[in-house]
């Protein structure tokens, strides 16, 4: 669930959280012993032994009913292996160099409601190097896709502009797509305007 409130009494630790994180439903009151590692908003896996349901009223006079659970683990976790998990992780290892600018497809990941494309950037050339992320497309049949925005996540982006001798990494996100071969082509251009640079295009083999 997601955490969104934490009492401590110095031995124990109290805290509620939203098992239907999505709807904000399903509320729950984890005690632990000790003070775990989390803060309000993360997400955490928890095990225990289910104590039975404490009822009491919110701050406008309604009735709130929650479970109780007595935790033996509480652990951590991100918000994509919580709320959007890998169903297929693909290793691509792909690099495309125009005039020592580079592009690598490191790996896909897709998940039920987004497709995650881990990038790699390096300028080896003799400009800075600036990267349209935000227009990159996936052509997956007869089927077009636009990059899109997922502000709940923490992914780290691709930068959208590279300085001479720099590489850096990050996530360009898609909708959910088929299990299926895709092309992503993502377009680029160097500072030197006399050098011209072809869109990137790589064609994305999915195993099976």
Excluded: H
């Excluded at 009913?65 to 683990?73: F, G, L, P, Q, V």
């Excluded at 990159?136 to 709940?152: H, I, L, R, T, W």
């Excluded at 996530?171 to 092309?183: G, M, R, S, V």
């Amino acid at each position: 669930g997601q955490v969104f409130s934490i009492e401590n009494d110095g031995t124990n630790t109290y805290f509620q959280i939203w098992q239907d994180y999505a709807n904000m439903n399903n509320n729950t009151i984890v005690m632990c012993a000790g003070v775990p590692d989390i803060s309000e908003n993360d997400y955490v896996y928890v095990e225990g032994r289910i104590l039975g349901k404490v009822e009491g009223e919110n701050a406008f006079g309604g009735k709130v009913t929650a479970m109780k659970i007595n935790a033996t683990k509480v652990q951590k976790m991100s918000y994509k292996d919580v709320v959007v998990p890998t169903r297929l992780s693909v290793d691509v290892n792909e690099t495309i160099t125009q005039k020592k600018y580079s592009l690598t497809v490191e790996k896909v990941e897709f998940a039920d409601t987004e497709t995650r494309v881990y990038m790699k950037a390096a300028n080896d050339g003799k400009a800075d190097f600036s990267i349209y992320t935000y227009s990159a497309k996936v052509k997956q049949g007869k089927k077009q896709y636009e990059q899109k925005n997922n502000f709940d996540a923490d992914y780290k982006s691709l930068p959208s502009e590279l300085m001479k001798d720099a590489e850096d990494d990050g996530i360009i996100l898609f909708p959910a797509l088929e299990q299926k071969d895709f092309t992503l082509i993502i377009e680029g251009s160097s500072d030197d305007w006399d050098e011209k640079i072809k869109p990137f295009k790589f064609s994305i083999k999915i195993p099976g």
